[in-house]
C-alpha cells in the first residue's frame, strides 16, 4: 500500500508541474486574445487542485522509491500524463474526441510528432504553443525532470533515472549525484533550445515559429505550426539549421556536456556512438540525393541533396518534419529512411528507436559469431573500443531486439487486420514505434493520422508508449518474478 501512496505522491508533483506549464499558456493566451484563455484557465486549475490533492493528502508516506514502483511510475506517468493534458484541448475544441485528444497529447509527450489536426496555421497561438511545449518537455523525458526536483522533497531519483534509461548512460566525467547529472544535462538541453531559437530567427522565422520549432527539433518531437511543415518556409537556411540542431538533439546530451566542460571536440572524436551515427546518417544523405537525381525526381543533384538530406536527417533522427511529400520518391529512399529510425539516435539523446550502441554490439556480437565459427577454439571478448562489453549486456541487448522486432510485427498485424494497406500499416507502427512522426501513403506527410479509424489510432497510441519506455519499462509489470521481493 505504501508503494501506491508513494506513486500517487509523485504523480501529484508531476501534476502540478503540468499545470504550470500549462499556465504559460495561459498567458499567452489571454496576452494574445487568441480565444483559448477559458481552456487553459480550467485545464490549469483542475491539474493544480487534482495534482495537489494527490501530493498533499500523501505526504506522510515513505519517500523511497523501489525498483518496482520507478517501472510502475514510468508506465503510469507516460499514460495517464497525456490524459491530464488532452484537457485544454477538448475544452477548447467541444467536438474533438478523447480518442483523438489522446493521441495527439501522446504523440507530444512522447516526441513522436504524429498528428491528427488539420488546420494548424489557424489554431490559436496558445493551443499551438501548448503542443509545442509537450515535445519540449519530454525531450529528455518527464521521469528524467522529476529527478532533479525529488531529491529537494527528500525522494529518492536513482531508480527512475534506471527505469526511464535502461540503456546504455555514459557517467564519465558527469556530476556524481544523479540529480547533478539530470540538471546537468537539462542546462545543455536548454543552452541547445535557446541557440537553436536565436539561430532560426536569424534564418527567417518570426519569433513564435523559432520557439515552437526549435522546441520540436531539440526533442525530436517533430510538431509544426503550419500543416505543410517545414515546406511553409522554404527556405535553406532554415532547413539548415533544422537539421544541425536535429543532428545534435540525435547524440548523446553526456557527451555534448563533457564536450562543453572540457572545451574540446574530442569527446565526440572518441565517442564511436556518435561517430557512428554521423557518418551513417550524413552518407546515407549522398546515397538518397543520387537515387533521387538518377531518377530524374529533381533536376540536378545539389537539389536532391537539399531535399533529401533534410527530409532523411529528420526521419532518421526520429524528429519527423518534412519540406516534402517524401511517400513519392523512389520506394528505396523513404524505406531507408524509415530503416534509418529505427537504429541511429543515440543513446541519452533524445530520439526512439533501437539507439546506436545497440546497434554497434549487436554487428559486433555477430562478427564474433562469425569468428568463432572459423576458430571455435579461440577465445576473443566484444569490445567497444578498449571497453569490454560483458555478456550480461550483450544478452540484454539481444533480448531488447527480439522484444523490438517482434512488438513491431504484432501492432503492423494488428493494423493489418483492420483493413489498413500494408505500406500504411508498415510505416505507420516504424514511425510511431520509433517516434519518428510521418509515415507513408496514408499516413505520410503530405497527410496526417486523422484519416485512421478509433482502433487504428489505438494501435498507434500504444506504439508511441511502448516504443519511447523503451519496451522493457511495460513488458517487464507483467512478468509475476518481477513482483516477487
Same mark, same amino acid.
Given at each position: 500500500m505504501n508503494v501506491i501512496f508513494t506513486i500517487i505522491h509523485i504523480f501529484g508533483l508531476v501534476t502540478m508541474c503540468f499545470s504550470g506549464l500549462m499556465s504559460t499558456c495561459l498567458i499567452t493566451s489571454k496576452l494574445t486574445n487568441d480565444g483559448a484563455t477559458d481552456a487553459f484557465f480550467d485545464g490549469t486549475l483542475i491539474t493544480l487542485l487534482l495534482g495537489s490533492l494527490m501530493f498533499f493528502l500523501t505526504l506522510k508516506t515513505p519517500k523511497k522509491v523501489s525498483r518496482q514502483a520507478g517501472f510502475l511510475l514510468v508506465a503510469l506517468t507516460w499514460s495517464l500524463t497525456p490524459i491530464l493534458c488532452t484537457i485544454p484541448l477538448m475544452i477548447y475544441m467541444p467536438l474533438l474526441s478523447f480518442n483523438d485528444a489522446?493521441?495527439?497529447? $501522446?504523440?507530444?509527450?512522447?516526441?513522436?510528432?504524429?498528428?491528427?489536426?488539420t488546420g494548424l496555421d489557424y489554431l490559436p497561438m496558445s493551443i499551438n504553443l501548448w503542443r509545442h511545449e509537450l515535445n519540449w518537455i519530454a525531450g529528455m523525458g518527464i521521469i528524467i525532470f522529476?529527478?532533479?526536483? =525529488?531529491? *529537494? =522533497?527528500?525522494?529518492?531519483?536513482?531508480?527512475?533515472?534506471?527505469?526511464?534509461?535502461?540503456?546504455?548512460?555514459?557517467?564519465?566525467?558527469l556530476p556524481p549525484r544523479i540529480a547533478q547529472t539530470a540538471k546537468a544535462l537539462w542546462m545543455v538541453y536548454a543552452g541547445f533550445t535557446l541557440a537553436c531559437i536565436l539561430a532560426l530567427r536569424l534564418a527567417g522565422m518570426d519569433w513564435f515559429d523559432s520557439i515552437c520549432h526549435a522546441f520540436a527539433a531539440m526533442s525530436l518531437g517533430g510538431f509544426s505550426t503550419h500543416d505543410t511543415s517545414i515546406a511553409f518556409f522554404n527556405s535553406v537556411s532554415i532547413e539548415v539549421v533544422l537539421t544541425i540542431f536535429q543532428l545534435l538533439a540525435a547524440i548523446n546530451f553526456a557527451t555534448h556536456f563533457i564536450a562543453l566542460k572540457k572545451g574540446s571536440f574530442n569527446p565526440y572524436i572518441d565517442d564511436r556512438e556518435a561517430r557512428g551515427f554521423l557518418i551513417l546518417v550524413l552518407g546515407s544523405c549522398v546515397l538518397a540525393a543520387w537515387v533521387l537525381w538518377d531518377a530524374g525526381t529533381y533536376p540536378d543533384f545539389f537539389t536532391a541533396l537539399r531535399y533529401a538530406s533534410f527530409n532523411l536527417v529528420t526521419?532518421?533522427?526520429?524528429?519527423?518534419?518534412?519540406?516534402?511529400?517524401?511517400?513519392? !520518391?523512389?520506394?528505396? $529512399?523513404?524505406? !531507408?529512411?524509415?530503416?534509418?529510425?529505427?537504429?541511429?539516435?543515440?543513446?541519452?539523446?533524445?530520439?526512439?528507436?533501437?539507439?546506436?550502441?545497440?546497434? *554497434?554490439? =549487436?554487428?559486433?556480437?555477430?562478427? =564474433?559469431?562469425?569468428?568463432?565459427?572459423?576458430?571455435?577454439?579461440?577465445?576473443?571478448?566484444?569490445?567497444?573500443?578498449?571497453?569490454?562489453?560483458?555478456?550480461?549486456?550483450?544478452?540484454? $541487448?539481444?533480448?531488447?531486439?527480439?522484444?523490438?522486432?517482434?512488438s513491431i510485427v504484432i501492432l503492423i498485424f494488428a493494423l493489418l487486420i483492420s483493413g489498413l494497406d500494408f505500406i500504411t500499416a508498415f510505416s505507420a507502427i516504424i514511425a510511431c514505434f520509433n517516434n519518428a512522426g510521418p509515415g507513408l501513403n496514408e499516413v505520410g506527410p503530405a497527410s496526417n493520422f486523422a484519416s485512421l479509424t478509433d482502433y487504428q489510432k489505438a494501435v498507434c497510441t500504444f506504439a508511441m508508449l511502448l516504443g519511447r519506455v523503451q519496451i522493457f519499462s511495460i513488458v517487464i509489470l507483467f512478468i509475476p518474478e518481477f513482483w516477487r521481493k
Open positions: 489522446y493521441f495527439e497529447t $501522446v504523440s507530444g509527450l512522447t516526441t513522436t510528432g504524429a498528428t491528427i489536426f522529476a529527478v532533479a526536483i =525529488l531529491p *529537494i =522533497l527528500g525522494i529518492g531519483g536513482m531508480q527512475l533515472y534506471k527505469a526511464e534509461t535502461p540503456g546504455s548512460v555514459k557517467e564519465s566525467d526521419i532518421a533522427t526520429d524528429c519527423g518534419f518534412s519540406n516534402q511529400d517524401f511517400s513519392k !520518391w523512389p520506394i528505396f $529512399v523513404p524505406m !531507408w529512411m524509415l530503416f534509418l529510425s529505427c537504429i541511429s539516435a543515440s543513446s541519452g539523446s533524445t530520439g526512439g528507436g533501437i539507439r546506436m550502441i545497440r546497434t *554497434i554490439i =549487436l554487428m559486433k556480437q555477430a562478427r =564474433l559469431e562469425m569468428f568463432k565459427f572459423i576458430h571455435p577454439f579461440a577465445v576473443r571478448p566484444l569490445k567497444i573500443g578498449d571497453m569490454i562489453v560483458k555478456n550480461e549486456i550483450i544478452n540484454s $541487448v539481444t533480448g531488447f531486439i527480439f522484444l523490438y522486432f517482434i
